[in-house]
Every structure is written in structure tokens, then in C-alpha cells.
């Protein structure tokens, strides 16, 4: 979990430079050197990606305002457009759909974590990382190979979607507190 400040006690003679932190997290290599002539931009960005590195545990877990650390892949619907510019993608991404995929269970029914510890089934749609991931990973890496492995199962998630549709709206929602990027909400 990440913190800003630590209380020690009960320890005499500790000093401060006794004290060390260390950051633990997947290793993901930038893709991307971005500065600009505006320096809080740039110290923005670099919060950004810091943030993003910090939340990387193998997969990507939920926003750093919670403490449950949950691979939550609606969180991920809204980052993984900004994960694919600022990192490599080509094998966090093959995982992240692995995992997601491993959670499919009968009509084609995603789970909105996973491994499934929280949520219900069928997922919230916002949870729509499934199809995005192979989407940005395709586009930034050129890979047909994770589409090619998962279609029929990304295939069986869109069935379940209609499936519980009235007129092409979605009525099994629950969460309902997030939305994709603006394209992926285009319904022409």
C-alpha cells in the first residue's frame, strides 16, 4: 500500500536516515520521454507514471485512493489508453487479458476482478478492459496474436452484453460510476 508519512516508536536511538522505503512493483519499462516547456505539466505527467508504476503488481490494481488493492479491470478501462503510451505493453498486456479470460465463466459472463474475489457476474460493462486491452495492444504493438487467442472468448462477452440488453442498452449494471474513453462509448 503506499503511504506519505510513517510513525515509528517504541524504537530509542532510531534516526531518520535508519529508516528506509522501498518501492515494490512490476517492472515496466517507459516508453515514452515527455517534457515540455511548462513545468508543472511535467511534474503532472511524472506523478502520472509514477502512480501508474506504484499500482503495478502483476496486473494493474485499483485506483490509489482505496485500500482493498484489487485488480478491478473497470479502474483499468479508463488507464489502459495512457498505460499504452507511457509503457511497454507487449507482455503486461497478454497477461492482463490471460486473467481477465480465466474469469469467464457459463453464456460468456466476465468477472469485474480477477482473480474473481469482488464483484458480481456478468461484470459491470464499464468493465469493458477485455475488448479495450486487445484493441490498444493491437494499435500500439501491431500483436494479432492475443486477438487471434481470444476472440472466441471476447466474442462470448459481447453475446452476454446483448444478452442482457433491452434495445442494445445494457441493463445489468451496478457500478455504473465510470465510462471508456469517449470512442469506445460510440454506439453509431
Known sequence: HGFRYAEITGIPLLEKDDVVALMLCTELESTLDFTCGNPTINSIHD????????????????????????????????????????????????RIMELICDTQGEGGSLTCTAPFINGKRPADPLSSSYLIIADLLYTHTGNTDVIAKYYDSMCDWEKCLLDNSDDYIVNCGYIGDWAGPEYSRDHT
Not at 64 to 73: A, L, P, Q
Open 47 to 94: 506523478m502520472a507514471v509514477h502512480t501508474e508504476q506504484c499500482t503495478c503488481h502483476s496486473a494493474f490494481n485499483d485506483t490509489c485512493g482505496r485500500s482493498e488493492r484489487m485488480n478491478w479491470y473497470g479502474d483499468g478501462t479508463v488507464r489502459y489508453g495512457e498505460l499504452s503510451y507511457n509503457f511497454d505493453i507487449s507482455k503486461m498486456f497478454p
